[in-house]
């Protein structure tokens, strides 16, 4: 490695370091001590009656549908069950405002976790002395903590997925009851759904904030072997 090259790389692994400092000390416990705050006192996680999402999905007959293709099928099939499907395409609303709060609330929350858990994981990562023989303790503590913060970025990562799903699951219901309007079943499902994505979304919430308190109490208790691994009087203690 050149010396130029040398010199630009420390220049980024301070800088890196500095911010991963900040993140640690100051950033990290803020973060606890603020989601901690808001889960007790905002309302958007404290929903007492979960009938509010309760919403009612009133399909409405289809405005491009071609009333003489409609007239045809329904001569077609004026003998058949009455539990018949009815064009009914036309439906604009969405899941729940308040969900759709928690869920713009969370998307943030993860952003910022991910942020912060990588800078922190990078650093930890390039602090990891060259490979020796002996005196490795420090090193498996790091290689820890760098296991713990990726969990908590890929428990982040999940949690998107998880928003994707449920969007796709209540879509799919959305369409059963346009087309079914008179099978009450899937309105029920919907509303089961859309409770139970509000209770895992406040879940969600507190364990992020369970993650922050869990990766601040583990680097603060190893944080001098976080900082240096290994220690110059290591093997002068075994004597």
């Known amino acids: 490695m050149s010396l130029k090259i040398k010199k630009k790389f420390n220049a980024f692994n301070d800088t890196l370091a500095t911010k991963a400092k900040k993140i640690i000390e100051e950033e990290m416990p803020e973060k606890i001590f603020t989601l901690n705050d808001f ?7 404290n929903v007492q ?17 071609n009333t003489n293709k409609k007239r045809k099928l329904d001569e ?15 439906h604009t609303e969405s899941c729940h405002p ?24 990078i ?34 990562f999940a949690v998107l997925d998880s928003i994707s799903k ?15 309007p008179n099978v009450k079943d899937y309105q029920l499902c919907i509303w089961e759904l859309d409770e139970k994505e509000y209770t895992w979304l406040r879940l969600t919430a507190i364990d992020i904030r369970n993650n922050y ?3 601040y109490d583990m680097i603060q208790k190893n944080y001098d072997r976080i900082e240096k691994p290994r220690q110059e009087n290591a093997h002068a203690a075994l004597y």
Not at 39 to 45: I, N, Q, R, V
Not at 49 to 65: A, G, N, R, Y
Not at 82 to 90: A, G, L, N, R
């Open 39 to 45: 889960l007790k006192t905002s309302d958007l996680f």
């Open 49 to 65: 009656d979960l009938s509010i999402f309760h919403q009612p999905i009133v399909p409405k007959p289809d405005s491009t549908f």
């Open 76 to 90: 077609e099939n004026e003998n058949k069950s009455e539990s018949k499907p009815i064009v009914y395409t036309d």
């Open 98 to 121: 308040h969900l759709f709060k928690c869920i713009d609330f969370l998307k943030n929350e993860i952003e910022e976790v991910v942020s912060l858990c990588n800078t922190v994981k």
């Open 123 to 156: 650093y930890i990562q390039l602090n990891i002395p060259k490979i020796e023989d002996g005196n490795n303790f420090g090193v498996s503590i790091q290689e820890e903590v760098v296991k713990e913060l990726s969990s908590a970025e890929d428990s982040a």
């Open 166 to 180: 449920y969007y796709m699951q209540r879509a799919k219901l959305v369409t059963k009851v346009m087309k079914y």
């Open 213 to 215: 308190a869990m990766l």
